[in-house]
């Protein structure tokens, strides 16, 4: 067997398992009860390949002073910063640990967590619940506001959730998204449909909780007002979903693309873990009044796993509504879609756009066309300001180094 043909056997095994994969949310429990990095000592995940603290951008390091704040690791701010500095925590990539998160992407022990099984192939996920917009943790800002959503999270939102799924057994995530593109949603940046389908599954069972009435109204409230809710769960979904084409030999399709504000990084199915980087770059976008490209922070998050699985930017041809969020035209939209299918393997079989006559989502990015093409893949994304205590400044569109796919094509040939 010729090695093109060893290729393009391994890339059809990668598209067969994305393919099959059929997700479920199965509940929520804190990060520490299901991730054992977690689990001892003081330890944060974070988004993008592996990163040192000295070469955390700043929206990456004011989002773990606040996390350490948060888990009263430090008095105050400063405080954080300077126990970081000096070793006091330990740093991984969310990626290395099952566990995904957006943008700066920090996960800490007592966060709530959602947790994910693809029961097809049995790889699980996890990932924590979306803050909303604005003021965050993930976008960098630390202050009061933040710290006391994130704390009702952790002992309202987080149990409540727990409680609920338990009730409702596991519900279905890869049927749901498939609806919600079929409704307007490309399920990263724009996600109105699907989180309104995710209420509607676990609304009866949060009635029958333990919980009070007044903490159930808070949760629907919280969520109804959040219409990025189903955005973490669309990233726990691609990952458990990707992680099944790990360890493929030979195959060139790409399994995780995400970026920590210093470096991009990238995986390949035939490399396995291996993480192939390249400096991280900014996003053109549509930035809040006030702001300019001036005032951002690189690129952050685990997100872009979406578009590796077919949907976010791949999608964005059956979300017209986008535009006005990210900063295009409803006819670029659609164009930004159909440039992404001569540089992937398949359509999706059930990730469908019904403004193109129901056509799959372009699925598995293929880095031989990309460096064939020169098209790179396109990804929406949130941009975060660059300063403590600011939060999120615009939206927009994002594409990868090709630096990091030449980079990843060279590591293919010595193992083919």
């Not at 159909?338 to 019904?354: S, V």
Request: aromatic share 8%; proline share 5%.
């Amino acid at each position: 067997m010729k090695t093109e043909e060893k290729i393009v056997a391994a890339n059809g095994e990668v598209i067969e398992r994305l393919q099959k994969a059929h997700v479920f949310l199965t509940g929520a429990s804190t990060a520490r009860e299901k991730i054992p990095f977690l689990s001892e000592g003081r330890a944060l995940l974070h988004s993008g390949p592996p990163v040192a603290w000295a070469d955390m951008c700043s929206g990456m390091k004011n989002a773990v002073c606040g996390a350490m704040v948060y888990e009263g690791w430090a008095e105050n701010l400063d405080a954080a910063a300077e126990l970081a500095a000096a070793g006091g925590v330990a740093f991984a990539s969310a990626n290395d640990h099952h566990a995904v998160g957006p943008m700066a992407g920090i996960v800490s022990p007592s966060m709530p967590v959602w947790c994910f099984c693809n029961e097809t192939y049995g790889t699980h996920a996890y990932v924590t619940f979306n803050e909303g917009l604005g003021k965050t943790l993930r976008f960098g800002a630390n202050g009061p506001e933040v710290l006391r959503r994130l704390k009702w999270m952790e002992t309202v939102l987080g149990p409540t959730m727990a409680e609920a799924l338990a009730l409702s057994g596991p519900i279905d995530l890869t049927e749901l998204l498939s609806r919600g593109i079929q409704r307007g949603d490309e399920a990263h940046n724009r996600n109105k449909a699907c989180t309104s389908l995710l209420i509607r599954a676990i609304a009866p069972y949060l009635v029958k909780t333990s919980a009070s009435r007044e903490d159930i109204f808070d949760v629907l409230k919280f969520f109804d007002g959040n219409d990025h809710t189903f955005l973490n769960l669309s990233m726990g979904l691609s990952k458990a979903t990707m992680e099944a084409a790990y360890g493929v030999e030979r195959s060139t399709i790409v399994t995780c693309m995400c970026t920590n504000g210093h470096e991009f990084g990238l995986r390949v199915a035939g490399l396995g873990t291996q993480w192939i980087t390249a400096p991280a770059v900014y996003a053109k976008g549509n930035y809040f009044e006030g702001y300019t490209v001036a005032d951002a922070n690189p690129t952050m998050g685990d997100s872009y796993v979406s578009e590796a699985n077919g949907i976010g930017g791949f999608a964005m041809g059956a979300a017209p509504g986008i535009g006005r969020f990210i900063g295009i035209t409803a006819a670029e939209a659609v164009q930004m879609t159909l440039d992404m299918y001569p540089i992937t393997a398949a359509e999706h079989a059930l990730f469908r756009i019904p403004a193109l006559n129901f056509r799959g989502t372009p699925l598995g990015i293929d880095i031989r066309k990309v460096l064939e093409t020169g098209v790179l893949p396109v990804i929406n994304t949130g941009i975060a300001h660059k300063e403590p205590g600011v939060g999120q400044i615009g939206a927009g569109i994002v594409y990868p180094p090709m630096e990091v796919f030449e980079k990843a094509w060279k590591a293919m040939e010595k193992v083919l």
